[in-house]
């Protein structure tokens, strides 16, 4: 977007892992940038999520067995991934656009787009720490995603078949449960096959963000929080952005609002649907943290180690973005976790918090 004649000043709105890198990286070209936020730093998607950086399961979402699955199971409040039955008119819409592109000529056309995006996650990731963002990402080892039989695992061996063919470099073993149980010490005697995943990281996502937000501000950026976007215009060669009644004139505005992308988006040709799928996590203590994530792929469930507790993050619901947390969908979760983890006080959970991932659909005219 920016090329050396580009813009000099301008002004991101949200101020969340997309917004604070994009603003980073703008800074590295020498722009002048302030960061609008209508809540705080790492206020959306950005503070609970898993922290992954996965590129090897990078995929698109829309993919056959997911369309499979959740027409089996999305009617039930139990049930990891979630629609309410009184789902509204843009969301069938969405729906229906997710299931047009759940082909597997569409997911492997999706699937080569993503391939060369991939290879630059984890070399950005190292040019933020290598150029001062004071937080670190941690190499997973082994990441383990577990199964109860070799069966359910199926799905996912014939997933990385898939995106190996699409030329996404992976490395990968597949185990026993007594070799993923001398591997990773937490999985239950329930766990009977595991995946063992190479080369991937994680990080605490909250804590990278806010060390992120840190080095844009002391690179001479300005972070606006309680500061809610609510117009923009383009025109004369610029962008004119109204935050709290207030107008100011930016060379380029860029819009990184997570799942709210389209109320600011849309005026300017943006017709995706954009959807959020809203996820859920806590923190509960373990008795041995393990060394990398661990995936429970059946239960729809993401384990990551976060300082000496374990994040436990799961579920999917297409609800409106601002609907409060519904316990019923932390049980959901609990439950599910349950019988897959040993020496987890899943009943001893902190932190407990409801985000929004945005999931995007098909262009809708
Ligand atoms: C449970 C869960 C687990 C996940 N796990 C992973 C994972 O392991 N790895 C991974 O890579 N991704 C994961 N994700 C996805 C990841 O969290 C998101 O893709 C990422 O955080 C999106 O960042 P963002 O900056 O686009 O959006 P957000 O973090 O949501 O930031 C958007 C910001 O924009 C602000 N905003 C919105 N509208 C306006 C406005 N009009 N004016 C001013 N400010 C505005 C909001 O306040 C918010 O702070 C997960 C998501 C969930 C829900």
Redesign the pocket.
């Known amino acids: 977007m920016v090329d050396s004649g580009g813009p000099r000043r301008v002004a991101v709105?949200?101020?969340?892992?997309?917004?604070?890198s994009t603003a980073w990286f703008l800074q590295e070209h020498g722009v002048d940038v302030t960061v609008?936020?209508?809540?705080?730093?790492?206020?959306?998607?950005?503070?609970?999520?898993?922290?992954?950086?996965?590129p090897g399961l990078?995929t698109p979402l829309p993919e056959p067995a997911v369309l499979k699955y959740g027409v089996r199971a999305v009617l039930s409040p139990s049930s990891p991934v979630y629609v309410p039955p009184s789902a509204d008119p843009r969301l069938l819409r969405f729906l229906g656009g997710f299931a047009r592109n759940s082909t597997t000529a569409r997911w492997r056309r999706a699937m080569e787009s993503l391939v060369p995006i991939n290879g630059l996650a984890l070399p950005s990731f190292d040019a933020l720490v290598e150029g001062g963002v004071a937080a670190e990402t941690r190499d997973a080892g082994a990441f383990v995603a577990a199964y109860r039989t070799a069966a359910e695992r199926r799905v996912l061996l014939e997933e990385i078949e898939h995106i190996r063919a699409a030329g996404q470099a992976l490395e990968f073993e597949a185990l026993d449960g007594d070799e993923a149980r001398k591997l990773e010490p937490l999985l239950s005697e329930r766990v009977g096959a595991a995946i063992v995943l190479r080369g991937q990281r994680?990080v605490d996502?909250g804590r990278f963000?806010h060390a992120l937000a840190d080095a844009v501000r002391a690179r001479g950026g300005e972070i606006r929080t309680g500061?809610?976007?609510?117009a923009m215009q383009d025109g004369l060669g610029g962008v004119a952005v109204r935050?709290g009644g207030r107008v100011e004139a930016f060379d380029a505005a860029v819009v990184?609002?997570?799942?709210?992308l389209g109320?600011?988006a849309r005026r300017f040709g943006v017709r995706s649907i954009v959807q959020a799928?809203?996820?859920?996590?806590f923190s509960v203590p373990v008795e041995r943290v393990p060394s990398g994530p661990v995936y429970l792929p059946a239960q729809r469930v993401?384990c990551?180690p976060l300082g000496d507790r374990l994040r436990v993050?799961?579920?999917m619901e297409f609800r409106r973005p601002d609907a409060a947390l519904d316990p019923r969908r932390v049980r959901a979760i609990v439950e599910a976790a349950r019988p897959m983890l040993d020496g987890a006080v899943l009943d001893d959970r902190r932190d407990e918090w409801?985000?929004?991932?945005?999931a995007r659909g098909t262009a809708c005219r």
């Open positions: 709105v949200g101020a969340g892992m997309v917004g604070l609008f936020d209508r809540a705080g730093v790492a206020a959306g998607a950005s503070w609970g999520n898993a922290g992954w950086l996965t990078a994680f996502p963000v500061a809610d976007v609510d935050a990184a609002s997570g799942v709210w109320e600011l799928g809203r996820g859920y996590s993401a990551t993050a799961g579920m409801v985000g929004r991932a945005r």
